[in-house]
């Protein structure tokens, strides 16, 4: 029985370093570093955060793949290093760009290899599985080997394999990654519906992907150094950046961006270089909407081309440059 | 342990061996690799005990060896590295994080391998017996389905123990694969009667499961030459291998939930490429 009391997901103080084989190998990492997390059942709830910042230790930990080196962690009211067999009960995880199964065997077939590790029966798992393949476009694809399937067919059926199981609690791994814009609106659009038809289930997701967190999550965590810097819903997160102005200028490639970084009412500034395209793209989060003239200045003293200036409504990016400092990217 | 539990698992052991039974119909190449080309390591050394005027016998008991090598060799690279290459393709974790005993998922493998590698063996058998026209005189069927059944789950117990074990190798699991190829032909007596070896070279050999069941099958399979070739007395090899048959599995066990824990400590058995 789970405990329904209990929030799905709960860390306390939650740590975890990572030692080195050898010496010469290099220093300890501390991917997590003092974790409090709450999150309630029935929530859909995102962790974002960049490349490294701790996000996938955490689901690692969360689906008993991982000790933590200190601190607690409980899924659905059990410890999951010691309750790990009831834990693993309620739970399913899903990554991006996994590549599990046989190419062997078709989809079909790989996905009820999966569903007989949970102990469903073969009828109702081939049922589940032909209903979830005909909602994500897969139906005309179930007999075919799973070699054959494209990134994005790949990833859909990965997807499928974490919902079939019907678990309590889903962590979804950067589900999205590296997929084309049909693939991954089929998937987010699932996720959505999944949660909202069934209010006792709970959704993990973590993303790199602003957007995704932005229109997909009730809840995010920002996450970055293996540190929560903040949580909250996305709207009350943006309000975080409400009075500062947004500002994204495209220019010709900029060599040197320090000027930009010291003129007053420059709160944070990140930029990206396109070379292939001759495009740089600057992004400002001002104190002081006077800084405007400043930056178009320096811009075309700099000898660049302004292409596009735009005043941007907050995003989740922009709080997480305004706490961090840095882009994602 | 509840009856709920119990199907869980036995539902994973199907859903794991399941891969493996279905290969041998989706890739027909394996009568080439896996049977033509070690007949002719087979016809090698039938040739040169024809040449020699050796008993008849001797080619039946080569072509016995050379179907046993399909399960020693689906031992070494089916078995022993196949959990670190389920690591290597990311389905370990997926295995892992399942409600189920890691026993079951080893348990599927080898079930599904004995069957795929069967298939391999008897027709291994049967071309041989055909191409050298040997005549078998088996003199007891009984007994023998049950040694090969214990000789089996013995062999197989210690893939399973392997598989575990291997984690810890990473990559170095080809080589340690390579390295019991031909050792293990030799010493357990693949395409000669261990006895041969002298006793205590083949009773040391005797820890390979194989080198008891492949004696006590060419023993069945050739009544009359038991006390000039045959190794131990029958009942006592199958003993040996009933042995060995609890301490391979409650070993693999052990070094599975060793391997488990070290992996969740270190962060290393979910990690790929290491």
């Known amino acids: 029985m789970s405990r329904p009391m209990q929030p799905a997901v709960k860390t306390e103080s939650l740590t975890r370093v990572f030692n080195p084989k050898k010496k010469r190998e290099g220093k300890s990492v501390t991917a997590l570093d003092s974790v409090d997390l709450r999150i309630e059942r029935g929530e859909l709830f995102g962790l974002l955060g960049p490349n490294g910042a701790g996000k996938t230790t955490l689901l690692k930990i969360l689906s008993t793949l991982l000790l933590p080196t200190s601190g607690k962690a409980y899924v659905a009211g059990f410890d999951v290093a010691k309750d790990f067999q009831e834990v693993r009960k309620r739970i399913n995880m899903v990554s991006g760009g996994e590549i599990s199964g046989y190419g062997l065997l078709t989809v079909r077939e790989n996905l009820w290899m999966f569903t007989q590790f949970y102990g469903m029966k073969s009828a109702v798992a081939l049922k589940q599985i032909d209903e979830l393949l005909d909602l994500f476009g897969m139906a005309d694809k179930k007999n075919e080997k799973v070699r054959t399937l494209s990134t994005g067919q790949r990833q859909k059926m990965n997807v499928i394999r974490g919902f079939v199981t019907d678990p309590d609690i889903l962590f979804l791994d950067e589900p999205t990654l590296g997929l084309d814009v049909n693939a991954s609106r089929v998937i987010r659009d699932y996720i959505v519906e999944w949660v909202k038809t069934r209010p006792e289930k709970t959704v993990l997701l973590t993303t790199h992907y602003m957007a995704e967190a932005d229109q997909l999550c009730g809840r995010v965590a920002i996450i970055d150094d293996g540190r929560i810097l903040a949580c909250d819903t996305p709207e009350n997160l943006k309000k975080l950046v409400k009075t500062s102005t947004m500002l994204k200028i495209d220019v010709t490639l900029l060599d040197d961006k320090s000027p930009l970084n010291t003129i007053p009412g420059v709160e944070k500034f990140t930029y990206t270089d396109d070379p292939a395209s001759n495009l740089t793209s600057l992004k400002f989060v001002l104190q002081d909407e006077s800084a405007v003239s400043d930056i178009v200045s320096e811009i075309v003293h700099s000898g660049a081309k302004i292409l596009g200036l735009r005043k941007t409504e907050p995003t989740l990016e922009d709080v997480f440059i305004k706490m961090v400092g840095k882009g994602f990217e | ?274």
């Open chain 2, 1 to 274: 342990m509840t009856e709920t539990w119990l199907l869980r698992n036995l539902r994973a052991v199907k859903g794991r061996a399941y891969p493996r039974v279905i290969g041998s119909s989706r890739e027909p190449s394996w009568v080439i690799f896996d049977v033509l080309l070690p007949l002719l390591t087979v016809a090698a050394y039938a040739y040169i005990y024809k040449f020699m005027k050796a008993p008849e016998e001797f080619v039946g008991f080569v072509i016995l060896g050379g179907a046993m090598t399909a399960f020693w060799l689906n031992i070494l690279w089916s078995m022993a590295s196949q959990l670190y290459w389920e690591k290597e393709i990311g389905n370990l974790s997926l295995y892992l994080m399942a409600p189920i005993s890691r026993m079951s998922i080893l348990a599927g493998m080898a079930v599904g391998g004995l069957f795929e590698t069967t298939l391999r063996a008897v027709s291994t058998l049967v071309i041989g017996i055909a191409v050298f026209g040997i005549a078998l005189s088996l003199s007891n069927p009984v007994m023998l389905i049950i040694v090969f059944i214990v000789t089996m789950v013995a062999l197989y117990g210690m893939g399973m123990m392997f598989a575990s074990l291997y984690l810890l190798f990473g990559r170095e699991a080809y080589h340690m694969s390579s390295l019991m190829t031909e050792p293990i032909y030799l010493a357990s007596g693949f395409y000669f009667p261990v006895k041969a070896l002298g006793f205590w070279a083949a009773a040391g050999a005797s820890i390979i499961p194989i080198t008891l069941g492949l004696d006590a099958l060419r023993q069945l399979f050739y009544p009359s030459t038991r006390s000039e070739y045959g190794f131990l007395p029958m009942g006592t090899e199958l003993l040996v291998l009933s042995i060995l048959c609890v301490l391979f599995i409650l070993l693999s066990k052990l070094s599975l939930d060793y391997m488990e824990k070290l992996g969740k400590t270190s962060g290393r058995l979910t990690l790929r490429w290491q």
